[in-house]
């Protein structure tokens, strides 16, 4: 009997090997791209899902982002069924948004059957899929949102325990790319052990328009939503004091004092001071000379020398006060003060003279 139950496991364990090796797997399919939908700034992700030649997958889950901000439909996934011809019922009305005729040799489209959020799939034909007729079709439900906040699409049909493409994912969402995981269960195996692949991730506080991290272009943004009266304080509240991360309801100079001072990117680390407007870490001529280039009235941001864009969009006198306060910031060797105000004098002189120029 021993002999017997030895064998046994090792069979299992043999078969579990087997199939250890041929696990499912979800590609992100080209870059992020991003789009408006609805009139919102958002990211578009198509993720291919694979069969790594297992049999059914029962569920699919996408986690480690906030799936409750998806903008899309759940229904705007592509599976092999619907590839092989799906007729046209409840099922392809209400699950599925295309059916595809499966025909490489005919049109090969996808046709669309009439529901909620439909849209044709433009990253595969449907010959692409798993569509031979000696297996049955994975077919899944379109995703939902669990309590826990992750995306999970269940009940695959078989497919026939050979290796293809079996459904596609497209997923709208307004957070940028990050790494994510996956998760595919399936009857002989939880495979919770994947590499992260790209998608929706939150970005750093501060970066309000989710690209190339917290810089002038997030400065302006704070100050123009300061100057409207914004009530996004979602996005925009970041600070109750100035000095650390919280949030009071408003959106104001507060906010901006700790964008500035202690998260905005500059060239020597983070957080600077008023006036540094090319971010370098270190308030020196180099601002000054921009602020002077474009001194006068116009549509100026941070890195033209606007310290104040969240009273005005000029460059003035203002300004010019502002970055005489903080001039000096981060040198290592301190510019006495009475050679400060000499060097201010004769910035303030050169901006005269290009004010009277123009």
Request: proline fraction near 5%; charge should be negative.
């Amino acid at each position: 009997m021993l002999r017997l139950l030895l064998a046994i496991v090792l069979v299992g364990c043999v078969i579990q090997a087997a199939y250890a090796d041929g696990e499912g797997y979800i590609e992100l399919v080209g870059s992020p791209t991003q789009i408006l939908y609805e009139g919102q700034p958002a990211w578009e992700y198509w993720y291919d899902v694979y069969s790594g030649g297992l049999g059914t997958a029962t569920q699919i889950w996408l986690e480690g982002f906030d799936a409750d901000k998806i903008l899309n439909p759940l229904t705007q996934r592509w599976d092999s069924k619907s590839a092989d011809g799906w007729f046209d019922d409840y099922y392809s009305a209400y699950l599925y948004p295309a059916f595809g005729d499966g025909d490489p040799t005919g049109t090969d489209q996808w046709v669309l059957s009439g529901n909620d959020g439909e849209m044709l799939n433009p990253i595969h034909s449907p010959s692409e899929y798993l569509v031979d007729p000696s297996i049955s079709q994975a077919s899944m439900y379109p995703g939902s949102v669990t309590a826990e906040n992750e995306l999970h699409y269940w009940y695959a049909r078989s497919v026939g325990n050979v290796e293809g493409l079996y459904m596609t994912i497209r997923l709208v969402h307004p957070w940028a790319p990050g790494d994510i995981t996956y998760s595919i269960y399936g009857p002989w195996y939880w495979d919770q052990e994947n590499a992260p692949i790209i998608g929706p991730a939150p970005a750093p506080p501060g970066d309000f328009n989710r690209i190339d991290g917290v810089n002038d272009i997030d400065i302006d943004l704070l100050c123009d939503a300061i100057y409207a009266g914004s009530t996004n304080v979602d996005l925009f509240d970041i600070s109750a004091n100035g000095t650390t991360a919280g949030q009071d309801g408003f959106i104001d100079i507060k906010d901006l004092d700790y964008l500035i001072r202690f998260l905005v990117e500059t060239g020597i680390g983070k957080g600077t001071e008023y006036g540094d407007f090319d971010l370098s870490g270190v308030i020196d001529t180099t601002d000054l000379a921009r602020l002077a280039l474009n001194f006068g009235d116009g549509d100026w941001g941070w890195n033209d020398g606007n310290g104040n864009r969240y009273i005005d969009t000029n460059i003035d006198t203002t300004d010019l006060a502002m970055l005489a306060m903080f001039f000096g910031f981060g040198e290592t060797d301190v510019i006495p003060e009475p050679a400060t105000l000499s060097l201010l004098a004769l910035g303030g002189a050169a901006v005269i003279r290009r004010r009277h120029n123009k």
